[in-house]
Structures are given as structure tokens and as C-alpha cells.
């Protein structure tokens, strides 16, 4: 039963086992999930896979899995979660190098779901972006905010006649620029009334 479970079992997981050969090549060990089908050229005769040939994303993985498995049993390295284009789409995956007693095991897995974070990592960004936009509204408003608490004050400290004019100039002229800076801020929501 668990002969045939467990290959199985990693197909419906997005999950490829591939055994590193003596020879350099790559042997499929389980069979291979939906998103690798046809992504790679089987050599007929031997069902031997040439992976970073058919995934050039792989190169660096595989060249650094080699120290993970010159370390011998119980050695493991993770690699990933990195973005990969396999059959034209664009697919986030990690890779697994271990020692599985002398044999050498590279692992592929497809990540869905929660654990792809692209579109929350993409929502992030959009977020920053609009605070970004928001506070390069905002900081214009600082200036004409100040020429009103400064007018404000000369006319609290009870400033001569031709002083009062020039205050309340100011803060006319102030108020102006500050509603038309305002005006280009978005509109809070309006509130539900109880």
C-alpha cells in the first residue's frame, strides 16, 4: 500500500522528488505533479532529467545543493521561496537539497495558496505607495498650517491697527492655499448616521 501511496501522495502535494545521479543527471522518483508535466525532456532511455538544462532557475540551486550533499546523512538545505517561469507561468517554488541515507535528494515544491506571498507582498507595495502618495500631499500643507498659527498669534498679542490688516491678510492668504491643498487630499468616507 505504501509503495504506491506516497508517490502519489507528493504528486497531489505540488511536490517532485528527483535523485541526484552519480553521473550529474537527475532521476524523477515520484510522479511528477501537474505543473512540471512536459516541462522537462525525459531521455528515453534511461528516465533521466538534465533539470538545470530544462530550469535555468535551478543552476545556482543545484550548485549549491552539492556542498548539502557532500556533507553526507542528515545534511539539508532550503532554498526558496523564489519565483520560477515553468511552462510560461510564472510559479513560486522551493527546493529542498537533503541526504536521504547515501542517496542525494532534490525536492521541488510548488507553493499555493497561503503560502504564496506574492499578493499580499503586491497589496503591501500598493499600500506603500498610496502612503507614499498621501504624505507627499500632506507635507505641502505644513507651511500654510504654520503662517496661520503664526498670524493667529500676532493677533492674540493684540497687534496695531496696520499690524491687525497684515495678520488678517495673512491668514486669509494662508487659509486660501491650505483649502486648495486640501482639496486634493481623497474625502474621508462619510459617516453613517445612528
Do not use: C
Not at 501537474?34 to 535555468?56: I, M, N, V
Not at 521541488?108 to 497561503?114: K, V
Not at 498659527?149 to 497684515?166: K, V
Amino acid at each position: 500500500m505504501t509503495d504506491i501511496l506516497f508517490p502519489h501522495l507528493f504528486r497531489e502535494l505540488n511536490m517532485a522528488v528527483f535523485e541526484h545521479l552519480p553521473n550529474g543527471a537527475f532521476k524523477l522518483a515520484t510522479p511528477s505533479p501537474l505543473w512540471l508535466d512536459k516541462a522537462f525532456a525525459e531521455t528515453p532511455k534511461t528516465g533521466q532529467y538534465t533539470l538545470d538544462e530544462a530550469f535555468p532557475f535551478l543552476e545556482d540551486v543545484i550548485r549549491q545543493a552539492r556542498g548539502a550533499w557532500k556533507a553526507g546523512a542528515h545534511a539539508s538545505v532550503v532554498f526558496g521561496p523564489f519565483a520560477a517561469t515553468v511552462n510560461d507561468d510564472d510559479l513560486l517554488i522551493r527546493a529542498t537539497a537533503m541526504t536521504i541515507e547515501t542517496r542525494q535528494v532534490l525536492i521541488l515544491e510548488r507553493l499555493l495558496g497561503a503560502a504564496d506571498t506574492r499578493p499580499m507582498l503586491q497589496k503591501a507595495r500598493e499600500h506603500l505607495l498610496a502612503n507614499e502618495d498621501l504624505v507627499r500631499k500632506v507635507e505641502p500643507l505644513h507651511a500654510p498650517a504654520a503662517a496661520i498659527e503664526q498670524a493667529a498669534t500676532a493677533l492674540g498679542n493684540g497687534a496695531s491697527g496696520h499690524e491687525q490688516q497684515s495678520a488678517i491678510s495673512a491668514v486669509q492668504s494662508a487659509s486660501a492655499k491650505l483649502q486648495s491643498l486640501l482639496s486634493d487630499l481623497p474625502k474621508p468616507p462619510a459617516r453613517k448616521r445612528r
